[in-house]
């Protein structure tokens, strides 16, 4: 049996004449967190949605655990843990009877799903709110009861897409925490983000889309090393002479990307950059010495930003 838990080749999927997926090869391993990294509209819903047996696909092969998501659908979703972008829980019932009830829809006993309720809790960091209505959570909380609901029936796989859209950092990072630990406890995951530090974070690997089509795949470090320097320095010459200043700013580093608020200097020493462009006579009405991140990844790959 192959040791990858997902394997697609050539998937296309298209919407009338709009190619929302266009011939993507990838691979995930069992125990692997991969992830989609890309802005919005790139493709990484519509791919997360062929992979949880919802969409049917135009053209191209998918093997989930060794099926057909078209042929036996059914099957595979029974091995899997959705997490949709938008949480869906029921907001008139409790904490508890949102777990009970999804974990009846997959057939699962009363027994069992009682006993389940209490881990889920605990991993969730839910006790205390266990009978409390949904609607009278926060936006992490019920982000974290619907991976936790996603969770009841054991799942193979868990599917994540775009999980702290909307959260702020202090709940993002509790996410994070709890995503984290099930990477240590070897549970498959994938998940689409468009936070170049959220996938850093989780993901093994991943690939990079825009516009239906992968751009790169490795791992994050790999991903860096390979189109990007060990650091970036950021200057600001204001925003009316940022453009003039770029062929200037060019002789003291391996590449600029200049953007329309700032100038992005790519080297192996932004300090040393910095200092030699003060001594040169230009001084910047701001700078940022930073290490480079999946962003300017993508900024490399396809000339704008992930936020664009």
């Known amino acids: 049996m192959s040791e990858n838990l997902i394997e697609v080749r050539g998937l296309i999927k298209k919407y009338g004449d709009f190619v929302a997926v266009n011939g993507i090869d990838f691979q995930v391993k069992k125990s692997e967190s991969f992830g989609f990294l890309g802005?919005?509209?790139?493709?990484?819903?519509?791919?997360?949605?062929?992979?949880?047996?919802?969409?049917?696909?135009?053209?191209?092969?998918?093997?989930?655990?060794?099926?057909?998501?078209?042929?036996?659908?059914?099957?595979i979703r029974a091995h899997l843990g959705v997490v949709p972008q938008q949480d869906n829980l029921d907001l008139q019932l409790t904490v508890t009877e949102n777990l009970y009830i999804y974990g009846r829809y997959f057939?699962?006993?009363?027994?069992?799903?009682?006993?389940?309720?209490?881990?889920?809790?605990?991993?969730?960091?839910?006790e205390e709110k266990r009978d409390s209505k949904a609607e009278a959570l926060s936006g992490g909380m019920r982000r974290r009861l619907t991976i936790a609901r996603s969770l009841v029936s054991e799942p193979d796989i868990l599917i994540l897409d775009e999980p702290t859209t909307g959260l702020d950092p202090q709940a993002r990072h509790?996410?994070?925490?709890?995503?984290?630990?099930?990477?240590?406890?070897?549970?498959t995951i994938l998940i689409t983000t468009h936070y170049?530090?959220?996938?850093?974070?989780?993901?093994?690997?991943?690939?990079?889309?825009?516009?239906?089509?992968?751009?790169?795949?490795?791992?994050?470090?790999a991903l860096i090393k390979r189109y990007s320097?060990?650091?970036?320095?950021?200057?600001?010459?204001?925003?009316?002479?940022?453009?003039?200043?770029?062929?200037?700013?060019?002789?003291?580093?391996?590449?600029?990307?200049?953007?329309p608020d700032r100038i992005l200097l790519y080297t192996e020493d932004a300090e040393e950059v910095l200092e030699s462009i003060v001594s040169a006579g230009h001084n910047p009405n701001t700078s940022l010495v930073r290490r480079s991140s999946l962003e300017d990844v993508f900024l490399r790959l396809t000339g704008?930003?992930?936020?664009d």
Not at 178 to 185: G, P, Y
Not at 231 to 257: H, Q, W, Y
Not at 304 to 307: A, V
């Open 174 to 187: 509790i996410l994070w925490d709890r995503l984290f630990r099930l990477k240590e406890a070897g549970m």
């Open 304 to 307: 704008r930003s992930l936020i």
């Open 39 to 75: 802005p919005n509209g790139a493709g990484k819903s519509t791919v997360m949605r062929i992979l949880a047996a919802t969409s049917n696909r135009t053209a191209g092969e998918v093997s989930i655990l060794g099926k057909d998501p078209e042929v036996q659908g059914p099957q």
């Open 196 to 221: 170049m530090d959220e996938a850093e974070q989780l993901c093994d690997r991943l690939i990079v889309m825009d516009k239906g089509s992968i751009m790169a795949e490795g791992s994050p470090g």
């Open 107 to 126: 057939g699962l006993s009363s027994k069992f799903i009682k006993s389940k309720i209490k881990e889920l809790l605990e991993f969730a960091q839910l």
């Open 229 to 259: 320097t060990k650091e970036v320095l950021e200057v600001r010459f204001g925003s009316e002479r940022n453009a003039g200043m770029a062929p200037t700013m060019e002789k003291f580093c391996d590449r600029i990307e200049v953007l």
